[in-house]
Nanobody, 118 residues
């Protein structure tokens, strides 16, 4: 069983920045990939970014490329999402997720809300 706890969400003005954190605990295996997803009310959950175990491979949704940066610290098993140049359309609930080397994401956090005011 893996527990993921997000933090760092809040209200920010357009153009501002936020840093989300996700701390993992429990039965965690090396080689996992961690990711961030987001969901607005009534919408499907969408992929934001992911990072491999080594941190050497990252992937981003087109909508956040150049503005968001994902990173991780394996000593504390924490993944971060640095969000810069925030836009109103970034207003969503952000979820942290983990998957093994293969397979789908199967562990999820409870979400942290980000609101960007214009």
């Amino acid at each position: 069983q893996v527990q993921l706890v997000e933090s760092g969400g809040g209200l920010v003005q357009v153009g501002g920045s936020l840093r989300l954190s996700c701390a993992a605990s429990g039965r965690i295996f090396a080689g996992n990939t961690m990711g961030w997803f987001r969901q607005a009310p009534g919408n499907e959950r969408e992929f934001v970014a992911s990072i491999s175990w080594s941190g050497g491979t990252t992937s981003y949704a087109d909508s956040v490329k150049g503005r968001f940066t994902i990173s991780r610290d394996n000593a504390t098993i924490t993944v971060y999402l640095q969000m810069n140049s925030l836009k109103p359309e970034d207003t969503e609930v952000y979820y942290c997720a983990m998957r093994g080397y293969y397979g789908p994401y199967n562990s999820w956090g409870q979400g942290t809300k980000v609101a960007v005011s214009s």
